[in-house]
């Protein structure tokens, strides 16, 4: 835990009751956690790199709003940095088993996952994901970013406002087993009313269901036929309308009686104006947080691979012009050290050669 965290009530922690509580977070600096196995003191080097990108992550996060989004980088390595910073991760948690990072590690482009439960919080969340590559096009890591669904749905807000009938799901178009496509959710309310998660399991997708088929079927098809759109269709044997609007990753969509709209039509279009222009600008914004994470990053990967190399080639230069008082000073803490520490070796005995 950063030595300068406070309360947040933009950052919220479920208790075993299923109440919401502030948690302790740093503004100030990231919290740095590691994969069980990895030695902290190998990855010294790695961890002054990762924290460089301190006021980078405070300006980013300065443009979130009251979000809650919470920002990873994940190396290679085992190491994670978290901002804000916080403490509460298990023992046993590493980024690199988890899904999201799995599936950016096979990519070149963002990535968003199902809904996890984030084991510090043990609230549901999505993950956007985008790996960093240098040059060559290696990959070193992953950086990420953790939006809580009940900050992309609203959906207690929407339910107040208008009807306790009211759905709100976040969908994505997938084949079923009979090879017709159906509808997949990936958030609802419901995962965020359950008291009891487990990180380690996370939170099943479940398939939207309904009496008749052909509701399905109908839905789907205006899905496929446009962004965004009305239908009036039977939804479990009550009249209702379907309003649904969709980005390159997912879709909004809300369910209500047909007498809930025909009383508020103008809330209804606003809401679900408001839910996708939402998701578009979180879209969109997180782009460029990855583009300026990944770019940073990848500018302190190539400065930490070269120094060592330009400064023993510009030692190397002065040895060849006589001055055998030459030392490179630098401890990087990983393997690097094994050439600076053989260079400095070899100093004295050309010295005694050459003389």
């Not at 502030?22 to 030695?39: K, L, W, Y």
Request: aromatic share 8%; hydrophobic share 40%.
């Amino acid at each position: 835990m950063p030595f300068d965290a406070v309360e947040s009530p933009e950052y919220v922690k479920l208790t075993r009751s299923g109440k919401a509580k502030p948690m302790m977070v740093s503004f100030g600096q990231p919290a740095i956690h590691m994969a069980e196995g990895v030695d902290d003191k190998k990855m010294a080097g790695q961890i002054r790199q990762l924290e460089g990108l301190t006021p980078y992550l405070r300006n980013i996060h300065d443009q979130l709003e009251s979000y809650g989004y919470t920002i990873q980088v994940s190396l290679e390595s085992g190491v994670m940095l978290t901002y804000p910073g916080r403490g509460g991760f298990p023992r046993a948690y590493d980024p690199r088993q988890k899904e999201w990072y799995k599936r950016s590690r096979k990519s070149h482009g963002h990535v968003w996952t199902s809904p996890v439960v984030e084991p510090t919080t043990k609230l549901a969340v999505s993950t956007i994901s985008t790996p960093i590559r240098d040059k060559e096009g290696r990959f070193l890591g992953v950086v990420s970013m953790d939006i809580p669904l009940t900050n992309i749905l609203h959906a207690t807000s929407l339910k107040s406002k208008w009807s306790e009938d009211l759905e709100t799901y976040m969908v994505v178009r997938h084949p079923r087993e009979d090879g017709k496509e159906g509808l997949l959710i990936v958030a609802q309310e419901s995962y965020d009313d359950r008291a009891t998660r487990r990180w380690r399991t996370g939170i099943k997708a479940e398939w939207l269901a309904e009496n008749e088929p052909d509701t399905l079927d109908k839905l789907v098809f205006a899905m496929n036929e446009s962004e965004n759109g009305f239908l009036e269709l039977p939804f479990n044997k009550k009249p209702s309308v379907c309003a649904f609007a969709s980005n390159d990753h997912m879709t909004i969509l809300l369910i209500a009686p047909v007498q809930v709209v025909q009383h508020l039509p103008d809330q209804v279009v606003g809401g679900i104006d408001s839910l996708m222009d939402q998701m578009r600008n979180i879209s969109f914004f997180i782009s460029g947080v990855m583009l300026i994470v990944v770019g940073v990053i990848a500018w302190f990967g190539s400065q930490a691979i070269t120094r060592p190399i330009i400064g023993i080639a510009a030692a190397a230069k002065r040895i060849a012009s006589g001055d055998f008082t030459v030392h490179i000073p630098w401890r990087n803490n990983d393997e690097r050290d094994i050439l600076i520490d053989a260079f400095n070796d070899m100093v004295p005995n050309w010295k005694s050669t050459c003389s």
